[in-house]
């Protein structure tokens, strides 16, 4: 089983960067395929980031192409969402979430995933 905690949230002015961390636990924690998830007020939850067990591909949602960075360091169990430029837009709680496996045509999918952390509150003014 794998147990997951966001941090790193926080109140910030548009344009400002921040970084969330999740750290895992689990005994095939580095086997995981880690996304990032978000949810606004009144909105539904909506697909952000994932990068796969090797590090080797990752993919964004089209609306934070070109100012969020996804990582992974799986010898420590922690994965990352580095995210700058923030606009009002961004403003959501952020949820990591893992899977084992999964496909290019599921990954963006809440139902794909197994686990996933409380969230962290993110919050952008203008």
């Known amino acids: 089983q794998v147990q997951l905690v966001e941090s790193g949230g926080g109140l910030v002015q548009a344009g400002a960067s921040l970084r969330l961390s999740c750290a895992g636990s689990g ?59 923030l606009k009002v837009d961004d403003t959501a709680v952020y949820y990591c979430a893992a899977q084992i496996g999964g496909s290019r045509e599921t990954y963006s999918w809440k139902s794909t995933y197994l686990y996933w952390g409380q969230g962290t509150q993110v919050t952008v003014s203008s």
Do not use: C
């Open 27 to 85: 005994r095939d924690f580095a086997q995981y395929t880690m996304a990032w998830f978000r949810q606004a007020p009144g909105k539904e939850r909506e697909f952000v980031a994932v990068i796969d067990w090797s590090s080797q591909i990752r993919h964004y949602a089209d609306s934070v192409q070109g100012r969020f960075t996804i990582s992974r360091d799986s010898s420590k169990n922690m994965a990352y969402l580095q995210m700058s430029s």
